[in-house]
């Protein structure tokens, strides 16, 4: 608030002065009260004004009955999963009722580091959606891998003072957290030092452990994984969110876990979800939907994804329909299912039907273009030379994105290098740094994913995000992964030498900013391709699979720029098993 | 929270290190989901770490299987009310189970301005309780009197930035809110600028009005009268405080209007208690123990005074018993009637079977004391010259600080000035200025009070605290303002020349350093000379009825340093009728 909004409210809310608008003929949740309550809303200068009162307004809208719902706040996400740069990103996930987000750069970080916060709070300020950041805790995720920069504590001082950084983002390395490591301690400290939230990120974290991460001031968790979990956070004062994500998909889950003590205590978020879950199950109204499905009571169900969120954040401007908030709030027809049919930001009409109405303006890619430094890259550093035919192999598990350490007896040339074998689904896969010109390529083998010909690389590569590539041959690999570097970034198919299509993620080899629905036929076709040309197997996400092969904190075997890494044993192997 | 505490927190969680101390056998009222947790609480470092885990600690305490609850947070209070200073109050409060405080030192700023603000926090950080302030918003309280000071936005300025000082405090100009008064526009705005609270103070506003004063950021109430009121205000976000002072009782009417829906923003509040109330009703677990009498869940009632405060106020740090949290709350046998039997802040022992086992040491009163400079006072000044005998009166209603304007023929003596008529129940009333040397003194009549000979005078006069006296003639009068004025403050009593007793209030007029103990002693009997030797009229309280004689906010009649004032009118009045 500042005095001249205050003094226009008061003007507009005596009746001294019109309101902006009027909104006729509604039913407006109220999440202080759990009640719904019929009447004419006013609203001026973006603010909510009050409920009824006799006063006039410039412009009337008539409700026809429909509710009144406010906002919605998504938790916790990462922008960069939809592909989409945050002004594009707003205008995909605000016709869906999604008013605010709290937002995570985490992938983008570990390529520009603070050149993306700056590119991302700016590109933020232009979007239709306000979007909060948490400044992400953990770039690099592990010493085992090259991402495009470190962000120790004093990289954090820089940016979270920042009125639109909350806090600090997800602390997943939360055995550092519990055996108090000196650098994450550091971390921590830069929020303390300013009153500043910290995410969680403790998956099977229990019992002491919990005491001490919760102790020390982590105060959500988007990682719970079931009601017993839910209630063993929630009764230490945690907030967990109910993740309904494209992979991980919590929300029927945690539910179960929700009632009328612990409720407040609990909030919705996405995480990370494709642009293509958005444009066919919606946004934060997806998971809620769910809830109510599982029979949360609805106005529940609102509350916690709104005023929680809010109250949860510190958000005191939003989250509740009454005076003196942001008049952010959509109007559904219903309560058992909520569709947001028409979606107001600050009081305007910013959505309709299901589609953006005037599209944010996008903001230029200043330090976060392209970014592909490769070094010292040529066809013969795909090379895979075996000791004897007897290795170690990484397995996909159909749907996840923990794999199993495998092994596997491989066929090899008279050089001793690997060699495809058409009677195997084995193929090579390669990580590439590409943030700092290392030069680093390692290389490994992998099995499940079905393709018999060609080669898949993506500049998506959790959480470093160099290049991975995967391939039956060394030529198709290395092509694609040049291409990969000429379009400066995103997704590309290469079979014998041609490319068979592109997915162009120009901001950081992440993020585009074309429209969602582009992005969207894109994939779709993508897709097509690799399951029908590549034959890709039809029980593996041909993309997302790949993106988390090089994720070193999730099991059991994953391959960084440096080598194989044997996540459970937290260190590298050899490839070589004899 | 500190990295440094963060890191002894972890070792103590994990068992690397042994706690402090273990409260084992207790069954903790957990305010997050309003269930009961069976086991032992570990402590260390002054915070909770947890529940059971197996772990060892220094010390070892038997809760003998009784419940433990949060300290009880005071959501508002003038701690000027207790008589005492803010160290002696801490011991007289604490032993109920009150652990924090949210004061507005409201009544001592009007006296000493900034010094009092000086003064307060230093006496606060003593304490053993945790004072938190909310700066005066409204002194003086109006243009009618003189106050010792103006405390305008640039005074509001050099201390509302303090991690001590919460915000603003009680709004009690609400007229100039929904007016937006300029000034008042810019003391709102100190708080704006640094995102902190402000209190309101709305008897009596609903509607239009109330969406205006709460639109602007005012979130708590606690002059909410009944039910509808308190889900009026809820229902636009507003925090209600059910209020249990000594003149005003609003629990049992306000419990009624409490739900599921709406109690998460409700708390508790004294507001202001006189010494003998607390001492005989205890302090905030009275309006805890009524509510709960009246049929609210107790472990509801516990959430509202404990986490609904620290929420609603930004205390991060406290309001429920979880890791982390500040190791304050206490021991109660049964839930039904909370009794505090042992109370523990910072995770120690500090109060027993009602009593303070270390008493917090006071500060010296710098700025703050006596403050009695009062300017050409002589009996002579005293003198009431009237144009006839039909005058102006005030009528006291008894046990209310409202009061009726009245008429009456009066006695004169040849020169015209008024006498005391043995056969009517009318005295004189005088206010003199006593902060600034203004040499102000104003007189007027008074009805219902009973005296039949003698005077009263005290410096306690809300809001401005100039002294007031009342009495049947001018000699008594004068003597008992010298006296006062010698005293350096507080209450005193004069018959024929004599001073019959005296309550010193050392620190500005209106509190002690003495424990309240001896406060009670000395009230009670004063109280006893006052209907015994002075024939007060036992339906008066003798002091408290005087004190709020000359304010200026509370109609009809009432007396300020500059005249006889009518509320409702909102200007001053001639005594003279004819």
Redesign the interface.
């Known amino acids: 608030?500042?005095?001249e909004k205050?003094?226009r409210?008061?003007?507009a809310?005596?009746?001294r002065k019109p309101c902006d608008l009027v909104i006729r003929n509604t039913k407006i949740v109220?999440v202080?009260?759990?009640?719904i309550?019929q009447g004419d809303l006013f609203i001026d200068n973006g603010?909510?004004?009050?409920i009824g009162?006799?006063?006039k307004a410039e412009k009337e809208f008539d409700a026809h009955g429909a509710y009144l719902v406010p906002g919605f706040i998504d938790g916790h996400c990462h922008i960069e999963s939809s592909h989409l740069t945050p002004t594009a990103f707003s205008d995909l996930v605000v016709p869906y009722g999604t008013t605010s987000v709290i937002a995570d750069p985490h992938e983008i970080c570990n390529v520009c580091g603070n050149a993306a916060m700056e590119y991302m709070l700016k590109s933020g300020r232009n979007a239709t959606l306000s979007i909060f950041y948490m400044y992400p805790s953990c770039v690099p995720a592990t010493p085992f891998e090259h991402a495009g920069c470190i962000l120790d504590a004093k990289e954090i001082e820089k940016f979270i003072g920042d009125d639109s950084v909350l806090g600090l983002g997800e602390m997943m390395n939360y055995p550092g957290?519990?055996?108090?490591d000196s650098m994450v301690?550091?971390k921590?400290?830069t929020a303390?030092k300013r009153?500043k939230n910290i995410d969680g990120h403790a998956p099977g974290v229990t019992?002491?452990?919990?005491?001490?991460y919760?102790?020390?001031?982590i105060s959500t968790d988007h990682e719970c994984a079931d009601a017993d979990e839910l209630?063993e956070r929630?009764?230490?004062?945690m907030y967990v969110m109910l993740r309904q994500g494209t992979a991980c998909k919590n929300v029927l889950d945690l539910v179960k876990g929700v009632?009328?003590?612990?409720y407040?205590?609990v909030l919705f978020c996405t995480d990370d979800r494709q642009p293509e879950t958005i444009v066919k199950h919606g946004h934060l109204n997806h998971g809620v939907n769910l809830a109510i499905g599982a029979g949360l009571d609805p106005v529940r169900a609102i509350t916690m994804a709104s005023l929680n969120a809010a109250?949860c954040y510190?958000l005191?401007d939003r989250g509740?329909i009454?005076?003196?908030?942001r008049a952010d709030f959509f109007l559904t027809g219903g309560l058992t299912h909520i569709k947001a049919e028409k979606v107001f930001i600050g009081g305007r009409l910013v959505a309709e039907g299901g589609n953006i109405l005037s599209p944010s303006v996008p903001v230029a890619a200043e330090g976060v273009e392209g970014r592909m430094c490769v070094k010292d890259f040529s066809k013969e550093r795909l090379k895979l030379r075996l000791k004897s035919d007897h290795v170690r192999i990484i397995d996909i598990i159909p749907g996840q994105v923990v794999t199993k350490a495998g092994e596997a007896h491989v066929k090899r040339d008279a050089e001793g290098a690997w060699v495809h074998d058409k009677d195997q689904d084995i193929l090579k896969l390669a990580v590439v740094e590409r943030h700092n010109g290392l030069g680093n390529v390692a290389v490994a083998l992998i099995r499940g994913y079905g393709m018999e010909h060609g080669a898949v690389a993506t500049s998506i590569a959790h959480d470093s995000h160099n290049i991975i590539v995967i391939g039956d041959n060394d030529d198709d690999m290395a092509a694609a992964v040049e291409n990969l570097i000429g379009l400066g970034g995103g997704i590309t198919m290469v079979m014998d030498g041609k490319v068979l299509d592109n997915h162009r993620l120009e901001v950081a080899g992440l993020m585009t900013g074309d429209g969602a629905m582009e992005v969207c036929r894109t994939l779709e076709r993508m897709h097509e391709t690799a399951y029908e040309k590549l034959k890709v197997s039809n029980n593996v996400d041909p993309f997302m699979t790949l993106c988390f092969m090089a994720l070193p904190v999730i099991p059991e075997y994953k391959l960084t720029d440096i080598g194989l890494f044997d996540v459970t044993k937290f260190d590298f192997v050899d490839i070589n098993l004899d």
Not at 177 to 180: G, I, L, Y
Not at 234 to 237: A, F, Q
Not at 322 to 325: E, F, I, L, R, V
């Open positions: 608030m500042t005095k205050a003094v409210l008061l003007d809310a005596t009746g109220n202080y009260t759990q009640e309550q603010l909510v004004v009050g009162g006799g006063r957290v519990v055996n108090a301690m550091d921590l400290e303390y009153k019992a002491s452990d919990l005491d001490g919760i102790g020390v001031g209630r929630t009764r230490r004062g009632d009328d003590g612990n407040k205590r109250e510190g005191a509740a009454a005076p003196g908030k």
